[in-house]
């Protein structure tokens, strides 16, 4: 029997594998130069953060803990989406909407309406994982009547994976918040079935070659798909949907089961678990950051190429890790702006 109500693990592991997914995001928002890397990377990178909660174990469910979840997910939602709002409507990149459009946009949290609003798409993030972080709740309850919710919740995720599948890898941008966070509790559940099965094993060598194969052989298939798919739907819609919808599914898969058998390895990198421990704040800040870089080198006029993607990437990492670290020093204004919650 395996004891899914404890965490398999560590503070400092889990802080090491958000450290790296919030380099791979940062690496992967840098486009341009490096848009055919954005295949690669899309697929797991930030459904890493979405996954990694079912590793902690099963947790005790109350209404403050509901509470507090809220509380820091949607006050950064709110303030964050204020201030794209603002910068947009500066630069003159969206105009200004009405609040039916803007409240709109705020509660359904799909990319297409946050992008078309407030100008950016980032946020969708935070109401995304509220819901992940409610199924979780309702997944961890005793109570009879939530064990059935749970399976409809599976039901509704396994059903947006193959919606995905069987439309085109640009839909994702229009599924709202309630949506992303059933597919991510899908795909994060068997996972972590799979893993708590399997968490000895994992270190095996045949084990990580065994994941290591599927995790190539999963990226490569779906990035070709996502950048072939509009020049080549003819010819490959009857292949399409099948490897769409299995590689929706392994690749995340994949990627954590390899991470966690390297996980105390990671552990040991300080630099990983210090920008883990910040990688909220990161979130948040570097898109912002990532642009007005862009804007400058338009702006001088230097010409675009890779080097020069690799500084912005750079750069963007040092002042994104320097302003959350700087953050965190200034507690009042961190705990108005990223609220842990209430104490009982």
């Known amino acids: 029997m395996h004891n899914y109500a404890t965490s398999i693990i560590s503070r400092k592991e889990s ?3 958000k450290g790296f997914a919030i380099l791979l995001i940062i690496l992967g928002h840098i486009g341009r130069e490096f848009s055919s890397l954005q295949y690669w990377l899309y697929s797991y990178h930030l459904i890493l953060f979405f996954m990694l909660p079912f590793l902690y174990g099963k947790r005790s469910v109350s209404p403050i803990k509901i509470f507090n979840t809220i509380l820091r997910m949607y006050t950064p939602y709110l303030w964050c989406l204020i201030l794209c ?9 969206t105009s200004i909407h009405t609040p039916i459009e803007y409240a709109k946009a705020f509660i359904n949290g799909s990319q297409v309406l ?20 409610l199924f979780l709740f309702i997944n961890d309850s005793h109570k009879k009547w939530t064990k059935p919710l ?19 890898p640009s839909n994702v941008y229009g599924l709202s918040c ?18 708590f099965q399997n968490k ?3 270190h095996i060598p045949s084990y990580r070659y065994s994941m290591l194969f599927i995790f190539i052989v999963s990226i490569i298939g779906q990035a070709l798909l996502q950048k072939y798919y509009l020049i080549l739907s003819e010819e490959i819609s009857p292949f399409y949907t099948p490897i769409y919808f299995i590689t929706e599914i392994t690749t995340p898969f994949s990627a954590l089961c390899l991470l966690f058998s390297f996980r105390e390895k990671l552990a ?17 800040f570097h898109v912002i950051i990532l642009n007005c870089l862009w804007k400058v080198i338009d702006i001088l006029g230097i010409v675009s190429t890779p080097i020069t993607a690799l500084a912005i990437f750079i750069t963007t990492c040092i002042i994104s890790i320097s302003f959350a670290a700087g953050l965190r020093k200034i507690e009042p204004l961190h705990r108005i702006l990223f609220p842990k919650g209430l104490k009982r």
């Open 15 to 17: 802080a090491s594998i």
């Open 85 to 93: 709002a603002s910068i947009a409507i500066v630069i003159g990149y």
């Open 114 to 133: 946050l992008k078309n609003t407030y100008g950016f798409n980032f946020p969708w993030f935070m109401p995304a994982f509220f819901f992940l972080s």
């Open 150 to 168: 749970t399976v409809l919740i599976q039901l509704y995720g396994l059903f947006i994976i193959y919606y995905l599948a069987t439309t085109s």
């Open 178 to 195: 309630i949506s992303r966070g059933a597919a991510y509790f899908f795909i994060g559940y068997i996972t972590s079935l799979f893993i």
């Open 200 to 202: 000895t094993r994992l």
């Open 268 to 284: 040991k990198q300080k630099f990983l678990i210090s920008i883990g421990n910040l990688s909220f704040e990161i979130y948040c």
